[in-house]
């Protein structure tokens, strides 16, 4: 039900046509975005409201406008108390003997009255039952608009006896047109004026009156030719469309969602980087349980924790800004970043006038504790770069066949969690097959795009953190020579293996449904192997030079790991002088990784790696690119 409190909700629609498909190229109106944003941000900003039906903003179809306002309207949420105000712009016209029209998209000029939408039908789902609303102010931003807004008070006059949600009361209708009705409105004149009165001009504490907006508006205009009009209907009752209070009287519950979506846009500004930021901050604090992976992840999670009360002075949201701000302020970053890190200052001071709880010398101190503590964390535990290579399968044909192509998925993941720590590319799709010699590693190598994502990754965190790489990479592609993959650093280029520690797993193994009957088998040998309870023997694992393919075969089926050299002049063989025994094994997470850190001109390649007990989750695509 909704809130039967004397509290009053501000709720703002807006939205206009700007594209004309039966209308020259002179009668398009290219300032219609710029007049809804502008009113947009007025109501959301300065005076607390939350903007609804957003996706009918701009060119939005007749039919779906006034079902849509309906629907909204006759929602369980709305109570007695909300205010709303509907702007709309664009051409408008007047129909001699008729009425005035808002012309849409498809408003066919020599069809009106068929293919425009009536003005007064933005009024008539006021009619429908179980209406609740206290005052709605109607702002008809078009040409002859006085026309169109005497239409929306004239129909409403006729219906406004069924407009009773408290007794003795009735839904106020209130209106304002941009010009009288025998004028033509110009341009973003209106939306111009109306920001700089409400932006600039001082008023009493309390309400605007919608009379004293309109005169201070018409003396900004100062023009014969456009004149605003006032009107209303239903109640004496005074307008509340505008709240004139010093803003520490205003409650967080009524500002919260607008500094979500101000510090949204923000953040959105550097959208990979701001998601490191969020996550680290979630490891670090404990506050949410999962980590954020998309933009609609990333504004639920900002909503979680701006729901959070301030507990011991701190709020959980006013801290994850204070983290990415920090983060955005280090003295390595560009100017750009230095630049982020001011609008995410200059968020929260104005959040500060709203959670007077807060201590924000405490806020301060904690955060720049804990991320102290999450550097020091991430250089303890093992950060990995994820990097998927699965084969696509054909479902434009539902073949279920493979297509050739191979779908590119790569993530950051920290050992300790379940869940991807930052995601990076999602089904940038590989075509190797036109290249001749090594196929994949040239793929990879097109435009630099992996050693690019692998060091956004990599520079996402602190600068002595350096991840290793695992590629899951299907059976076809086991002989590719992946770390000899050239990799910027600087104006230098390095082969991937000399920079980082490439580890090579199964994509099989993990994913296709046929290894599920040996998944248990292999499991526990590895098990078993990690725990030193098998007898070493060839049939547990495999030591030894880049193998064969039948070999690899042997290995895919039954084997839970093989590590190999790629260097024939400097082979791994067990148990021979002067070459690594048997017994040095018996730990072989520790002695993988000193084979790794110690000795890369053996390129070593690691199959079946169990340092991390499974590969990233799958996720909706973020993104689709295609690399020949």
């Known amino acids: 039900m909704g809130d039967r409190s004397n509290k009053t909700r501000y709720y703002l629609i807006a939205c206009g046509t700007s594209n004309y498909k039966h209308l020259g190229n002179d009668e398009q109106l290219s300032s219609i975005q710029t007049d809804i944003e502008r009113v947009v941000e007025l109501f959301t ?13 701009l060119n939005p179809k007749a039919n779906a406008l006034t079902e849509q306002f309906a629907d909204w309207l006759q929602n369980k949420e709305r109570c007695e108390t909300d205010c709303l105000v509907f702007y709309y712009t664009g051409h408008g016209e007047y129909v001699q003997g008729d009425r005035h029209y808002l012309l849409m998209e498809e408003t066919n000029p020599k069809k009106i009255g068929q ?32 026309s169109g807004a005497g239409d929306v008070v004239s129909f409403a006059s006729k219906v406004i006896q069924q407009f009773q949600p408290v007794k003795g009361a009735n839904i106020a209708v209130h209106s304002i047109a941009a010009c009288r009705a025998k004028q033509t409105a110009q341009e973003g004149l209106f939306s111009q004026a109306l920001e700089e009165i409400l932006k600039k001009d001082e008023f009493q504490r309390g309400y605007i009156h919608p009379i004293d907006l309109v005169e201070k508006i018409n003396r900004k205009i100062a023009s014969d030719t456009q004149h605003v009009v006032y009107n209303v209907v239903g109640s004496e009752t005074s307008p509340k469309f505008l709240p004139v209070l010093p803003k520490n009287l205003q409650t967080w519950e009524e500002k919260r969602n607008d500094f979500i979506e101000q510090l949204l846009r923000t953040l959105k500004e550097q959208f990979n980087d701001s998601l490191l930021c969020i996550n680290s901050f979630l490891l670090s604090s404990k506050f949410i349980e999962e980590f954020v992976l998309d933009e609609l992840d990333l504004k639920y999670k900002l909503r979680d924790l701006a729901i959070k009360p301030v507990s011991d002075g701190i709020c959980p949201l006013i801290a994850c800004s204070e983290w990415c701000r920090l983060r955005f302020s280090d003295r390595d970053q560009q100017k750009s970043n230095l630049t982020l890190a001011q609008k995410i200052e200059n968020w929260q001071n104005e959040v500060f006038q709203y959670r007077k709880e807060v201590n924000v010398a405490k806020t301060k101190e904690i955060v720049k504790r804990l991320r102290d503590e999450f550097t020091t964390k991430i250089q303890k535990e093992n950060l990995r770069i994820q990097i998927e290579i699965e084969p696509q399968i054909d479902k434009q044909e539902n073949t279920g066949l493979q297509t050739g192509l191979f779908i590119f998925n790569m993530n950051l993941w920290i050992e300790s969690q379940k869940l991807p720590f930052g995601r990076f590319a999602e089904n940038i799709v590989l075509d190797p097959q036109g290249i001749e010699g090594s196929r994949l590693q040239m793929c990879l190598e097109k435009e630099d795009f992996l050693s690019h994502l692998i060091r956004k990754a990599r520079y996402s965190l602190t600068d002595s953190v350096k991840p290793t790489i695992e590629i899951f990479l299907p059976f076809v592609f086991y002989q590719e020579f992946l770390e000899t993959i050239c990799f910027k650093s600087g104006r230098v280029k390095k082969e991937l293996g000399k920079e980082y520690r490439i580890f090579i797993n199964s994509f099989e193994r993990y994913f296709d449904e046929d290894f599920r009957e040996i998944r248990d088998e292999i499991y526990e040998k590895k098990k078993a192997l990690w725990n030193n309870d098998l007898n070493l023997d060839s049939e547990t694992y495999y030591i030894g030079t880049n193998p064969s393919t039948s070999e690899l075969e042997m290995i895919e089926q039954a084997l839970p790991i093989a590590v190999w050299s790629r260097n024939d002049q400097k082979p791994l063989v067990e148990g021979e002088e002067g070459q690594i025994k048997i017994s040095e094994w018996k730990d072989w997470p520790d002695k993988i990784h000193h084979l790794r850190k110690h000795n890369q001109d053996l390129e070593i390649t690691l199959f079946w790696d169990d340092l991390y007990p499974k590969p990233s989750r799958r996720c909706r695509p973020l993104n689709t690119k295609v690399v020949e």
């Open 115 to 146: 293919t425009a939408l009536p003005t007064e039908d933005l009024v008539r789902p006021l009619k429908n039952e179980g209406v609740k609303i206290a005052q709605i102010l109607y702002i008809i931003d078009t040409c002859y608009s006085q």
């Open 45 to 57: 900003q300065n005076f607390g409201y939350v903007q609804v039906l957003r996706d009918l903003q």
